[in-house]
């Protein structure tokens, strides 16, 4: 029941900019959409979340479209480091409850 | 590092056989939930504990139940394993049921043969 769809794999080279999209057509308007990344099978990562306007942390980018039926991920500077998968997720908050759908992720391979 | 600790890290068990998998939740955190992962999907949610009530669950069979203790601390037992449990299993406590972020474990990989 995943609720984002996303490519399965991209590649960037190093130092530049990495743009990840993501669709989540179906969200819903109390839905927040996040991003986390996985390396190596070890725990997701947080990376960013937003709801209707665009983000920004010390790690990356966030842009929601206006109809917030698509966002994209932006890291600023890719490093070897940010090799790993990225996961587009649509996150369901109700009193007490949170729940992630997670799709099935994007393999970001930055190269040299 | 998140302060979320699962046990054991690795875990091979037969068909048919009962296994327990250990979550320590982040300090002050009293929300946690757990998700499966198969081998190149993404996290499937399990169920969430909040305050040691189960008060949500995803599509998976009774089988796989839970317990959270009154340190926040959390157990997910499976019984009658089978080949398709197979998965990387992650825990995530966060601060309170409605917490912007949930901080992951390094997971329990589970084979069942």
């Known amino acids: 029941d995943a609720k984002t769809t996303q490519p399965p794999s991209m590649d960037c080279a190093e130092g530049r900019a990495a743009n990840l999209p993501c669709n989540h057509s179906?969200?819903?308007?109390?839905?927040?959409v996040y991003w986390y990344r996985q390396i190596h099978s070890q725990g997701p990562q947080y990376i960013i979340h937003?709801?209707?306007n665009n983000e920004t942390n010390e790690m990356a980018s966030l842009i929601i479209t206006e109809d917030r039926k698509s966002s994209t991920l932006i890291l600023p500077h890719a490093t070897l480091r940010d090799t790993a998968v990225y996961y587009c997720i649509v996150r369901v908050a109700l009193y007490n409850f949170n729940k992630f759908y997670f799709g099935s992720g994007t393999k970001l391979n930055v190269k040299p | 590092e998140t302060g979320v600790t699962q046990s054991p890290t690795h875990l091979i068990k037969t068909r048919g056989q009962q296994v327990t998998l250990r979550c320590s939740s982040q300090s002050g955190h009293n929300t946690v939930s757990w998700y499966q992962q198969a081998l190149g999907q993404g996290p499937q949610f399990i169920f969430q504990?909040?305050?040691?009530?189960?008060?949500g669950r995803g599509n998976f069979p009774p089988r796989f139940s839970g317990l959270q203790f009154p340190n926040y601390s959390s157990e997910l037992n499976v019984n009658a394993l089978e080949l398709d449990d197979s998965a990387l299993y992650l825990c995530?406590?966060?601060?309170?049921?409605?917490?912007?972020?949930?901080?992951f474990g390094q997971g329990t990989r589970l084979t069942v043969v």
């Open positions: 179906t969200i819903s308007g109390n839905e927040y």
């Open positions: 937003g709801l209707k």
């Open positions: 504990y909040y305050r040691e009530e189960e008060n």
């Open positions: 995530a406590s966060s601060l309170d049921g409605t917490s912007i972020e949930a901080f």
